[in-house]
Structures are given as structure tokens and as C-alpha cells.
């Protein structure tokens, strides 16, 4: 009987943040990742022995975590939570405020009470950092220091008889209860990668690699692939072509993880999913055996893309040609591959978040196997691969996405025809892959290169790193060997895709100055390695300044008219959220909402949402716009308004309060409109939100299609409005902080 194989692999990765000159580790990002996501993801396997899997650990992520179990990493982040609150001066407590509370509102700062107590209180001075380390008492600032990092604890260690104590304590906690959770960090961080040693040795899981700096491979052997794979793409003005790298890269990737584990790998991901001939011809001089990336490349690749329904279901056809392993073969290189499903592996990384687990478990089996069945009705096993980010979509996750890990576990154990398979053990029972001859340049992301190369920040970007090279080149012969060889280290330090992550329109991060400077320093230290002073072009940034989310506050009454001609003015003085579709380090969300308005009158509660594109583009009978509004926490109300489309109508709407569902009829004196076939609108009278003067009200937009949300806005929090009279409204809005 043909099977369904399910192929998961969990990409690990942090940039490298270390400073190799001074030493410091720039970022938390590592350990704090460590910490909280990379052990309870391998030791879950335990509970569920005939799921296996393949974890994909990059080489620089692991060095970074021994250097912190050996005590040898240091970050400013851990420094400040460490030390006494009472010795710190003012711009060390401004530091504290403003990087601890680095984590998911809902998921990790609102799960433990007081913590959320002390990012309200920052709220309260409007994020004034200075504002608030003067009103932050000792006390305060301990016990920020000690949630923030129990905060980004994995459920494991949570269970801990010591740290499970101080979650009960809740607050008020001690120099000891500090000096504790920092101390229990190294003993924490010290299983992970044994974790994944045992869990290998046993044959749970597969480890595979990735070049050892994270570079994109396929740009290091040429940056003419950025054209390849977009033409007309805008190229740097120095062509960088140094294919020497690349190996390095590998090659080095591949002796850190036989140090490490024992073995060599049998696979790799390459950084990004990105390929080119040249890079499988690299690896198989590696002695690699597999590498895998994504549909779209393959799609590419044979001239043709994959074909859909509404609802993410691959069509016969191209389900036939995804759901294989694949043989390429040129000249004397022959390597074997897996294409990722984008739409299955999307869920996991940005839907099934916003999804209770069992429905979300449930879900996915049902659409593997509507997927699937065409390839299993022709008598064949369908392979499929899921592939993701292995840690930053768990921060979305209640309880770090454990409880639906384990029912959809538990739901493929139970399946007859499913196997969860490593993906050596998959090529192992694969009789005839298919072959390819030749593969598309490109990565995971639209099957091309652009996130890392041809904007303008991304261009310079390489053209400084060209220079750097051509510099070492020049001058490295006659350097002395050690300098020679940390100047080295650092250029391929620079070469890793992380870099030119954050450059460019497509991405920005609470972060992205660090980032920026980190890098422009590992280009620094080249030249100083080698006795010469760094072109004055590092000293300046990179990254441009791009906008960053818009919000402003209702600044006076508004009555919008619901006559068919919405204008100009009828939301001006509105509350306003504008999306930013570049604040997450998960590339891949889809975005549908663009701008948010909210504001009251005398009367009324006026709701309004831009989408970026007309709803007929998009929507089916299954979509539903969802109002959600809730006040403050002293009336603990909460009511929600969804409006069901059809094409650009609305078919049906309802309104409930507090769970309690009612229809159209029930809603007395709401108004819901669809106006141009972009902007939903609605107005929902005061009198059924049972507020009263000086009630907070706090507006949310989010959009769902077959009961998994698409998108929302604003992505965390929402859109407040105070139920104030007009003039109080304006006092509000400009008072100074």
C-alpha cells in the first residue's frame, strides 16, 4: 500500500554575533534562542518514537553556543540582567528597560503577571526609556531582570523544582533569586547540543548542516546569479566571484559537525535554500550526499510552477511533481533533492498560531492528505517535505507551540500510511528519483536573490565587501600568519546572508543599528588584522531610514457618512495604525491589510480597515473580515463583529459580546459597508459596548479564510481609543510625554 513519508527538517540559525577583536557578543539572540526553543524541540521526540525527523544545525550557531556553556560569551543583554539593580547608573537602567522586555507581548511577557505589570507601567510614560528609569524602583528593575529571562525559558526547563518556584513567587524577587536564574543559564544551555548527539545516536533524528557562516552560496560564486534569477535585477558596481569561499564554507561546515557529532553529514541546507549548479557541484565535492530548498526553485527549474486551489490544495499534476525526490546529475557531480512544500511548511511558520492546536493538528493532516491523494492513487509513495525556521515562529505559539507539536505528533503516529522519516532514510527507500538535469538559481523566497541583493543598501552592501576582499588579497602574503587568518575569519564572518537580511526595503528589526554596525565592524577588523586602517565608507551606516509602523491617537470626535462616498475628511482625527510588512525576521507572511482606522463620537464606535489590494482578488465565499473589540480590564468586555465576503459584497455579518453570538437583527444601529472594494467599514453604537466615560476601548482587524487567519493588524496589540469628551480627546493626544 503506497504511504504518505513526511519529511521534516527544523532550520536552526542565528547570525554570528560575536565581535572577534573585542570579544563581545553584540546580541542575546543565541542564547536567548538556546534557551527557549532549540532542546524542547529534539527532546519532544522522545515522547513520540515513530516520528523522525531531520534538525538542520548551522556551524557558526553551534560555536556561539558552546562559547556560552564554556563561559567564554558574554552580551551586554545578559550583563545588565546580572547585574544588581542597585548599581546601576541611569544609562544602564534605560539599557534594562529597553531590550528586556525583547519578547512576544501575548505569549511571553503577558504569561507571567508581573511582568506585564512593568511593560504597562512603561506604556504608561508612552515608552519614555528615560521617563521611565527614573520611576522604575530597584525592585522594579530586579524583577525585570529576573521575568525577562524566565520568559524565554523552554517548557522543559520550566518544569526545573527551582526555577518553577520563583514563577509561584511572582515578584518581589531577591538579589539571590537573580543571581540564581543567571547562574542556572550555562547548566540549561549545556544540554542542547548533547540532546541532539543522543537523539541521533538512537536514530530519531538526522542532523544535517549548513555553510558555516550562513552565506548565500550561489552570490559568493558570483553575484551575476542575482540577475540569473531576476533579470534586470540591479547588480553591485564590483563583481564578487570567489567560488574559493563558498568550499570554505562547506568544507568547514562539514568538519565542525563531525567534531561535534561524531559523524559527517549527509546533507546540507544551504543557506536560504539557495542554489545554483555551481553550488551541487561544490557539495558533491564535499561528499555531501543530499541538499534540499524550495518548490519554487524547482518549479523554475522545469519551467513549471506549481498550480493551487483557493485553498492551498496542490493541483494532481503538480502535486505528481513535487512529491518525489529528485536526482541531479552534471558531468562527474550527482546530488539528491527534496523541494519543500511552501504552503504546508507557511502554516506552521506564520497560520496555525493563531489557531487552537487540536484544530490546527487536525488541519494539517487533512490537507497532507488531500495533497497527497492523486500521488497515492497512482499506486506511488508521496514524499513530502516540510521545511521551516525551526525557533522564531514559536514566540507566536502559546506555550512555544508545544501543544500543537504534540497532537500533531500524536495524529501522524496514528495515521497507518504516514511515515515521518529522516531524509537520508527517505533516499534509502527511494528506488527511482527522478532525474534533473539542471537547477534554477535561487533561494526559498520567490526563487530568486533579491532580498540580499540589488536594492541600493544591498548593492553597497556587496561593494564594500568586494573592496574588503580585493584588500585581503593584496596584502594577506605578507601579514603575520595569525593576523592572516583572523582577518580571513572575518571575511567569511561577512559573507554570511544575515547581513544584507536587514538591508533593503523587505525587513527591518528592533535591532537593525546593531546589526549594521556588527557588520561595518567585521569589515573593520579585516583591514586592522592586517595593519591598515579601515576606508572611512565603514564609518558610515549602511541602512537607510526607512519607515517604521505609523500609529497616532484620535485627536478629535469623527462621524464618517455610510452614504457610498466615503471622503477624505470623514476619518480625519481617526486613530490610525499603518502595517509594517517588514517587522519580523519570518519571511514569508502574507499580507492583506494595509491601514487601520478607529475613533468615537458622541454615539459611536467608527471602525475602518484598508485592504492593499481590491477583496474581489482575493476572497471566496470562506472569508471573513473579523472586528475584535474589547475594553479595558476593569469591565472586561469583549465584543466582535464578523462580516462574511462574497466577492466584493458582504454576505452576512454578526455581532456578540463576550462569547454570546447574535445576528444581524440583534445588533440594532450597526452599520457594516464595503466602499470601493478595498475599505470595510463599520459603526457600532456605544450603548451596546456597555462603556462608560473614561473606558479604554481597544480595536483589532484580522482576516480568516476557512477558519485560519490570514493576516492582521496591528500584528501585536491594538488600536486604543479613550472614551473621553472631544476637547479631552485633543489634551490627550498632545500631551508631552
Known amino acids: 500500500m503506497p504511504v504518505i513519508r513526511l519529511l521534516f527538517l527544523w532550520h536552526m540559525h542565528q547570525p554570528y554575533y560575536k565581535d572577534l577583536v573585542t570579544g563581545e557578543y553584540r546580541l542575546p539572540w543565541v542564547r536567548l534562542h538556546a534557551l527557549k526553543d532549540y532542546f524542547g524541540m529534539v527532546k519532544l521526540l522522545d515522547e513520540f518514537p ?233 557539495a558533491h565535492q564535499a561528499g555531501l550526499r543530499w541538499l534540499a530548498t524550495d518548490e519554487g526553485v524547482l518549479g523554475r527549474s522545469t519551467g513549471n510552477l506549481f498550480a493551487r486551489d483557493h485553498s492551498g490544495k496542490l493541483e494532481p499534476a503538480s502535486a505528481d511533481r513535487l512529491y518525489r525526490i529528485y536526482h541531479w546529475e552534471q558531468s562527474a557531480a550527482s546530488m539528491h533533492m527534496v523541494f519543500r512544500d511552501h504552503n504546508l511548511s507557511d502554516l506552521i511558520g506564520f497560520v496555525y498560531s493563531g489557531v487552537p492546536a487540536r484544530d490546527a493538528a487536525e488541519d494539517f493532516i487533512r490537507r497532507i492528505r488531500e495533497s497527497a491523494a492523486p500521488v497515492l492513487a497512482q499506486g506511488r509513495d508521496a514524499v513530502v517535505p516540510i521545511i ?129 554596525e556588527l557588520y561595518r565592524k567585521h569589515l573593520s577588523n579585516i583591514y586592522q588584522a592586517l595593519g591598515a586602517a579601515p576606508p572611512d565608507a565603514l564609518a558610515q551606516p549602511i541602512a537607510g531610514s526607512y519607515s517604521k509602523p505609523i500609529f497616532t491617537p484620535q485627536t478629535a470626535y469623527i462621524s464618517p457618512r455610510f452614504d457610498g462616498n466615503p471622503g477624505y475628511f470623514d476619518w480625519l482625527g481617526a486613530a490610525t495604525h499603518v502595517a509594517d510588512r517588514r517587522s519580523s525576521s519570518m519571511h514569508g507572511k502574507s499580507f492583506l491589510l494595509d491601514t487601520g482606522y478607529t475613533g468615537i463620537d458622541a454615539e459611536n464606535l467608527y471602525c475602518r480597515i484598508d485592504f492593499m489590494e481590491n477583496i474581489s482578488e482575493w476572497s471566496t465565499s470562506e472569508t471573513r473580515v473579523v472586528v475584535s473589540i474589547d475594553s479595558d480590564a476593569h469591565s472586561h468586555e469583549s465584543h466582535r463583529l464578523e462580516a462574511w465576503l462574497s466577492g466584493a459584497t458582504i454576505a452576512n455579518w454578526s455581532f456578540s459580546h463576550n462569547g454570546n453570538g447574535a445576528g444581524n437583527s440583534a445588533g440594532e444601529g450597526i452599520v457594516v459597508a464595503l466602499r470601493r472594494e478595498h475599505i470595510f467599514e463599520c459603526k457600532v453604537p456605544r450603548s451596546l459596548l456597555n462603556v462608560s466615560e473614561g473606558s479604554l476601548l481597544r480595536v483589532r482587524f484580522s482576516v480568516w479564510r476557512d477558519r485560519l487567519p490570514l493576516d492582521a493588524l496591528p500584528q501585536e496589540g491594538s488600536i486604543e481609543v479613550q472614551v473621553v469628551s472631544e476637547s479631552d480627546l485633543a489634551a490627550l493626544a498632545y500631551a508631552k510625554p
Open 50 to 282: 515513530g516520528v523522525h525527523q531531520t534538525f538542520n544545525l548551522v556551524p557558526s550557531l553551534m560555536i556561539q553556543i558552546q562559547e556560552y556553556v564554556e563561559g567564554k560569551a558574554h552580551d551586554p543583554f545578559l550583563e545588565i540582567a546580572a547585574r544588581p539593580a542597585a548599581e546601576l547608573d541611569l544609562h544602564e537602567r534605560q539599557f534594562a528597560i529597553q531590550y528586556l522586555f525583547q519578547a512576544n507581548l501575548q505569549n511571553m511577557i503577558s504569561r507571567y503577571p508581573r511582568y506585564r505589570e512593568l511593560w504597562e507601567n512603561l506604556q504608561s510614560f508612552s515608552s519614555n526609556i528615560r521617563q521611565a528609569a527614573f520611576f522604575f524602583k530597584d525592585g522594579d528593575i530586579r524583577d525585570l531582570q529576573v521575568l525577562s529571562q524566565i520568559a524565554w525559558m523552554d517548557e522543559f526547563f520550566l518544569d526545573d523544582p527551582d526555577i518553577r518556584a520563583l514563577i509561584d513567587k511572582g515578584r518581589g524577587y531577591t538579589l539571590e533569586d537573580q543571581q540564581f536564574i543567571i547562574g542556572k543559564q550555562r547548566e540549561l544551555l549545556a544540554k542542547v547540543l548533547p540532546a541532539y548527539a543522543t537523539a541521533a545516536q538512537r536514530g530519531a533524528i538526522e542532523i544535517s548542516t549548513s555553510p558555516f557562516y550562513h552565506p548565500i552560496l550561489p552570490l559568493l560564486c558570483d553575484t551575476d546569479a542575482g540577475a540569473a534569477s531576476h533579470a534586470g535585477l540591479p547588480l553591485p558596481r564590483q563583481r564578487f566571484r570567489h567560488p574559493e569561499d563558498a568550499q570554505q564554507q562547506i568544507t568547514r561546515a562539514i568538519a565542525l559537525h563531525e567534531q561535534v557529532f561524531g559523524v559527517r553529514p549527509q546533507g546540507m541546507w544551504p543557506s536560504e535554500g539557495s542554489v545554483s549548479n555551481e553550488v551541487l557541484a561544490l
Open 388 to 516: 521551516l525556521d525551526g525557533e522564531n515562529a514559536w514566540e507566536c505559539y502559546p506555550l512555544s507551540g508545544r501543544e500543537f507539536l504534540r497532537r500533531l505528533y500524536a495524529e501522524i503516529e496514528g495515521q497507518k500510511d504516514f511515515q515521518a522519516l529522516t531524509i537520508s532514510e527517505a533516499i534509502e527507500r527511494e528506488q527511482a528519483p527522478s532525474p534533473l538535469p539542471s537547477i534554477f538559481p535561487g533561494s526559498w523566497i520567490n526563487a530568486n536573490f533579491d532580498i540580499w541583493i540589488g536594492a541600493p543598501e544591498d548593492n553597497l552592501s556587496w561593494d564594500h565587501l568586494s573592496a574588503a576582499r580585493d584588500f585581503f588579497d593584496a596584502h594577506a602574503q605578507g601579514a603575520a600568519p595569525g593576523q592572516k587568518k583572523l582577518a580571513y575569519e572575518e571575511l567569511l564572518i561577512a559573507e554570511g546572508s544575515d547581513w544584507n537580511w536587514w538591508y533593503g526595503p523587505e525587513h527591518h528589526s528592533a535591532n537593525g543599528p546593531e546589526f549594521d
